[in-house]
């Protein structure tokens, strides 16, 4: 699955346990300008490193697994979570970069000598 928004929040790597490590992305979704969404991805193990590139600001496509489990607690009670695990960002444009890319002023070839040797 994919989504794009605006990084909202970039949180901190966190070492859960000893073999896990997650670091976890807020982005702001905009489908209904009036009730923004706040979205929260998970990145798992290596996959962490995959967010040092991007700043809060940028707008980004985030490719993503939903996943899902139950969980029971002491009593017995059965409850599901859900999550989104982080797999690829893409980011789409900067926090303060220009929605138009900047290119160089053409060149004036009108100057060119007149004794040009090329043979074309």
């Avoid at 859900?82 to 138009?100: D, E, H």
């Amino acid at each position: 699955m994919d989504i794009k928004g605006k990084v909202h929040e970039i949180g901190a790597t966190a070492q859960v346990t000893d073999s896990l490590k997650k670091r976890e992305l807020i982005v702001e979704y905009v489908e209904n300008p009036q009730y923004p969404e706040y979205l929260k991805f998970e990145a798992i193990q290596d996959r962490c490193n995959l967010l040092d590139s991007v700043k809060v600001g940028d707008d980004v496509e985030v490719f993503f697994n939903l996943r899902g489990r139950p969980w029971t607690d002491k009593s017995g009670k059965k409850s599901y979570f859900n999550s989104m695990q982080l797999w690829r960002i893409n980011v789409l444009s900067g926090a303060g970069s220009s929605a138009t890319p900047e290119y160089a002023p053409p060149a004036d070839i009108s100057s060119a000598a007149e004794d040009d040797d090329l043979p074309f």
